[in-house]
């Protein structure tokens, strides 16, 4: 079950396989608590990202973007 929780942990999870996912989440109390680690392990990542945007990674991102730009433009 560990592939569908990660889904449903990182929102990605759709249609039949996010309502089975929950189905069975609702009657299995391990993976429960698994998802529930899941989604607070997920949570500390995002809320890391806002707090804390490296100098390097927004430099990174940026180079991406000139290098994605059609030349001469
Ligand atoms: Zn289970």
Redesign the pocket.
């Known amino acids: 079950?560990e592939g569908p929780l990660n889904k449903v942990a990182d929102g990605t999870a759709r249609g039949l396989g996010l309502w089975y996912t929950l189905s069975?989440?609702a009657h299995?109390p391990?993976?429960r608590r698994f998802l529930e680690s899941l989604k607070a392990m997920i949570g500390k990542l995002h809320r890391a990202r806002e707090v804390e945007p490296s100098e390097e990674s927004v430099q990174r991102m940026l180079n991406a973007y000139r290098m994605s730009a059609p030349p001469g433009g």
């Open positions: 079950m069975h989440v299995c391990q993976c």
